[in-house]
């Protein structure tokens, strides 16, 4: 049954039988490295508006379309039918439904920080990579303890609590921390306040982090434990970005992120284009078009990585929609980067299903979003 729906969607969705490998040969494999890529808030329409902006309707394509495998997942969380980017990324991972604003926890308490650690919460898929032995990065565009990452490294009551929420990032102890976030311990919710915003940051250097600010300094970083916050808040969009900038792109930090993590251990790796959220909740269409553009080109970073090898599984998949994001036109004239007519529905984010790319076949067909925590696993030999 699975296989054959594997299949049926490998055919409805354009695998390819001369590209790629069949369905079969992916069923029991395990990989060394896991890359998950979020681009977050992004729907289809997003997709073609990129594509549409770069190549027009002459047949190029966005780098990370190349990948073989497509499927599609459901959203909702355990308590809304609309879910927000902490409990979908819960459910990824720690493959079970969480409430809107929790972090891998189950804690129904309003914004206290905690999570009471006498019920039992699942082990997140960057911790079983890191009992593995693996060594582990988060890449993002928004602050490092923002949702989605922070979902992937803490179990928190609530997706506000900065400090609580690095904290849980030092104790898991991942390796390489890329993004914004300059004051790791804005909105304390239950460790004491402080107007130190250097203490957890120090606590981090005593731990052995090297903690840089600066491109130049990404460039030549070579410690194994390494935190680069670049901006308070989230980093500059690229609609609004002037250079020279002292800020990395998303593709410069995944390509430190990689030759740091890489070796015999393996890795877990989120990489997460935060923005494209943020642009749709904005409604703003060159601002969703330049993050989009900005997380292909980290997809072009993995995928030069991943080039001559196949000890690596690389999933690519939104946590949500945002926005309701459409494009009404042209009619009667083929688009291109100068005449799409975008059109949203919301601020908000929506109900529907997204997309997932992936290179192996079991990512493929019709999947909740907490399915896949188990074939992570799954894929770990797990
Ligand atoms: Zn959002």
Same mark, same amino acid.
């Given at each position: ?27 029991? =494999? ?8 979020? $681009? ?37 969380? &355990? ?30 308490? $309003? =914004? ?6 006498? &019920? ?50 030092? &104790? ?19 460790? $004491? ?21 600066? =491109? ?27 250079? $020279? ?13 990689? &030759? ?70 042209? =009619? ?51």
């Amino acid at each position: 049954m699975r296989f054959t729906s594997v299949i049926l969607a490998a055919a409805l969705f354009g695998g390819c039988a001369h590209h790629a490998p069949t369905a079969a040969s992916n069923e029991s =494999k395990t990989y060394k490295n896991i890359i998950f890529m979020v $681009p977050d808030g992004m729907g289809l329409a997003d997709v073609t508006a990129a594509r549409n902006h770069l190549y027009g309707t002459g047949g190029g394509r966005l780098a990370f379309e190349s990948l073989p495998y497509v499927g599609y997942q459901q959203t909702y969380s &355990r308590d809304s039918f609309i879910t927000d980017s902490a409990a979908a990324g819960s459910a990824w991972a720690s493959g079970e439904k969480f409430d809107n604003k929790a972090l891998s926890c189950h804690d129904q308490a $309003p =914004k206290d920080g905690k999570c009471d650690e006498t &019920r039992k919460h699942p082990q997140t898929i960057l911790e079983v990579a890191k009992a593995q032995g693996k060594r582990t990065a988060l890449v993002v565009t928004s602050d490092i303890t923002h949702a989605t990452p922070a979902a992937f490294s803490s179990h928190v009551s609530h997706r506000k609590c900065a400090s609580e929420i690095f904290a849980w990032q030092l &104790r898991i102890g991942v390796d390489v921390m890329l993004g914004g976030g300059t004051d790791v311990n804005k909105e304390p919710c239950l460790l $004491p306040s402080t107007t130190d915003n250097n203490a957890s940051l120090a606590k981090a250097e005593a731990m052995g982090y090297e903690i840089i600010r600066t =491109k130049t300094a990404l460039e030549a970083a070579q410690s194994q434990k390494l935190i680069g916050l670049f901006r308070d808040g989230g980093l500059t969009p690229q609609v609004h970005k002037t250079e $020279p900038s002292t800020e990395p792109t998303l593709a410069a930090m995944v390509h430190k992120a990689l &030759r740091l993590v890489e070796g015999e251990a393996g890795f877990f790796m989120l990489i997460e284009g935060s923005q494209i959220d943020w642009a749709n909740h904005k409604n703003d269409f060159a601002y969703q078009v330049g993050e989009m553009i900005d997380f292909d080109s980290a997809y072009k970073e993995v995928a030069a990585w991943i080039k001559d090898r196949d000890d690596t599984l690389v999933v690519i998949v939104a946590d949500h929609e945002t926005g309701g994001f459409a494009i009404n036109g042209p =009619k009667k004239a083929y688009a291109d980067a100068s005449n799409m007519e975008p059109a949203w529905t919301t601020l908000k984010h929506t109900a529907v299903d997204t997309i997932i790319w992936s290179n192996d076949a079991r990512f493929g067909g019709a999947k909740e979003n907490s399915d896949l925590y188990a074939l992570m696993r799954e894929a770990m030999g797990q």
